[in-house]
């Protein structure tokens, strides 16, 4: 019997070792200062408080601001101890922050609780019946797509040799109007043509200034090049690439975002409730002459 107890506690023990073995593996220590230590959990708890998630791929593929991270938080809990030592933990201020802070951060999750446990409804459906109640919400403008080349006015280039210049270039595009994106990368002076070669993508009319969006918008065929136009940045030549009409979205186009609009609302709704479920709890006393004296109401 005594030897079997042996073998039980041997067995415990080795599980244990192993137990702690693996822990230390799939959490190393990242940093240590005498009895700070930083392990990967730390990090990962740090990296899920304070990137949010669509950024975290590529913050993880930054060595910089990973290493950052870490020393970051190294900084965080060092100070804290020399701060400690001194006691300021204890000063009546600091602990009132901290104990705001836990109470806040206790309530946000208390609300995430009361979401995940809420009856959610069919987001799918409401996002269907909001799209048939009013479908108009989802119509479309007419859109076109266009490239441009811009030509300034400035101190050194009057407008007159300005509207050469660009008179000048539409000479060249006509002759070839497949070298469009050549001549934007060389000569439009928008800062963005250097990486669009001078394509603005599809626009609605109300995107642009007038008279860019009426000499766009005139064009018929694709390929068309419009007059020299004036706008207040300078001189543009346009050149029509597509065009959408006036439509519709399916409710598939606009499906994703009605949902999420409606978890948002179902979300808020249900803080809603809840803090006004803890707001009108009975037995609430307040002090009503102490706290008009706040306000300087009462003498």
């Given amino acids: 019997m005594v030897i079997r107890t042996r073998f039980v506690q041997l067995a415990y023990l080795i599980i244990l070792l192993w137990s702690a073995e693996s822990y230390a593996a799939d959490n190393p220590v990242l940093l240590e200062y005498d009895d700070i230590i930083i392990r990967k959990n730390d990090f990962d708890l ?7 998630p669509e950024a975290r791929v590529n913050f993880l593929q930054d060595n910089k601001k990973v290493r950052q991270m870490i020393g970051d938080l190294f900084v965080i809990r060092k100070m804290a101890k020399e701060a400690r030592a001194v006691k300021l933990h ?19 999750e208390m609300l995430k609780y009361s979401l995940a446990n809420a009856e959610h409804p069919d987001y799918e459906q409401l996002a269907k019946e909001e799209y048939l109640a009013d479908n108009e919400k989802f119509r479309m403008p007419e859109e076109v797509r266009a490239s441009h080349i811009l030509i300034k006015i400035t101190p050194e280039r009057d407008e007159s040799e300005a509207k050469k210049l660009a008179e000048n270039l539409r000479k060249k595009i006509l002759k070839n109007k497949d070298g469009f994106a050549d001549l934007a990368a060389e000569y ?6 250097k990486h669009n070669l001078g394509d603005l993508g599809f626009f609605t009319q109300d995107k642009m200034v007038k008279p860019f969006a009426d000499a766009a918008f005139a064009m018929k065929q694709e390929g068309d090049i419009s007059d020299v136009i004036k706008t207040q940045f300078g001189y543009h030549i346009i050149q029509l690439s597509g065009r959408r009409e006036a439509r519709t979205l399916e409710f598939e186009q606009v499906k994703a975002r009605l949902i999420a609009e409606q978890k948002q609302k179902f979300a808020s709704e249900i803080n809603r409730r809840e803090v006004e479920r803890v707001r009108s709890l009975e037995g609430i006393n307040v002090d009503q002459i102490a706290v008009s004296k706040i306000s300087g109401l009462e003498e």
């Fill in 90 to 108: 204890q000063r009546t201020d600091i602990e009132f922050k901290r104990s705001f802070q836990e109470d806040r951060l206790l309530m946000e």
């Fill in 46 to 52: 740090m990296i899920e408080t304070q990137v949010p």
């Fill in 188 to 193: 439009s002076e928008d800062p963005s043509a």
